[in-house]
């Protein structure tokens, strides 16, 4: 009987050297002559012929499904394609017995050498492609998770960098002047608190040139100070062209953090006055 999935492999080997002592009986007894080809055929050839086929037909099926999948074969998969196609080699190799012997007509040595041909050339040649295909997919999903991960952990560490740089400008004397002034609706010294908040930023903005906006909302969500960078240029925004962004979800939700949290709004394109900036820009916010 041929070796069955999930056997323990002892049974696997004594089941392989079996089917090896009854090839070698099976090459002893070859038929010399035309009388003794057909006992050996019903014996022999036939049932191999019908193994062949069934377990081939698995194996293509196995092949078919996960190319349906668009998925590489998973190591389950080759499992059991290697253990069906050690039943069909085996099949197979009682078949080509009958090649060159005597007791084999012409027309059964040409039919057996256009099987072959087939067989062993076309669909192995065929097999072979798919599960290179099949590899330099897994290899490319396997390159491609790497780099998700390395590009997941550079992210992380941006992201905790410009946390940091966030806490620090948010501890400034003049950030903290600006906002206790703006609390308690003092005016007497809030020009200066300005000022001093937009130094800051404009030095902020000059050492860290990836941050697009830099800005201080009061509780309303009205930008009091901004600066917007754009390579090399750093444009200080005051009077009419700072904007309420009261209506922001990312102003919303930032609103119930305890001190020293930080909110990280979801990925989306940047909006002014209400449109979506063009060209459009990815932006995010802290």
Same mark, same amino acid.
């Given at each position: ?87 069909? !080699?085996?099949?197979? /190799?009682?078949?080509? @017995? ?6 084999? *007509?012409?027309?059964? $040595?040409? &039919? =057996?050498?256009?099987?072959?041909? !087939?067989?062993?050339? /076309?669909?192995?040649? @065929? ?6 295909? *099949?590899?330099?997919? $897994?290899? &490319? =999903? ?12 550079? @992210? ?6 410009? *946390? ?123």
């Amino acid at each position: 009987m041929p070796g069955c999935a999930g056997l323990p492999p002892t049974i696997d080997i004594a089941t392989a050297n079996i089917r090896y002592e009854f090839n070698l009986r099976d090459i002893a007894f070859l038929p010399q002559n035309r009388k003794g080809q057909i006992p050996y055929l019903n014996r022999v050839l036939r049932p191999n012929i019908i193994k062949l086929r069934e377990f081939a037909g698995l194996e293509r099926a196995l092949v078919a499904n996960t190319i349906a999948r668009g998925t590489p074969f998973s190591h389950e998969t080759m499992t059991k394609i290697k253990h069906y196609r050690s039943i069909v !080699e085996q099949s197979l /190799s009682q078949i080509l @017995l009958l090649k060159g012997q005597p007791s084999t *007509s012409k027309e059964m $040595e040409q &039919a =057996i050498m256009d099987f072959e041909q !087939e067989f062993t050339e /076309s669909f192995q040649e @065929l097999r072979e492609k798919v599960f290179v295909a *099949s590899q330099t997919q $897994e290899d &490319a =999903i396997k390159a491609a998770s790497i780099q998700i991960i390395e590009k997941k952990a550079t @992210l992380k560490n941006y992201l905790a960098g410009i *946390s940091n740089h966030l806490l620090n400008v948010s501890h400034h004397s003049s950030v903290i002047g600006l906002g206790k002034a703006l609390l308690e609706n003092d005016n007497t010294f809030l020009p200066e608190w300005l000022q001093a908040v937009e130094t800051l930023f404009k030095h902020f903005s000059q050492l860290h040139r990836k941050h697009y906006k830099v800005r201080f909302l009061d509780n309303s969500g009205q930008e009091r100070v901004r600066l917007d960078s754009d390579d090399n240029f750093i444009k200080v925004v005051r009077g009419k062209e700072l904007q309420n962004k009261s209506h922001r979800y990312y102003f919303q939700n930032s609103q119930n953090l305890l001190p020293r949290e930080i909110y990280l709004s979801p990925l989306d394109l940047n909006i002014e006055h209400g449109q979506i900036e063009v060209p459009f820009r990815p932006t995010f916010r802290l």
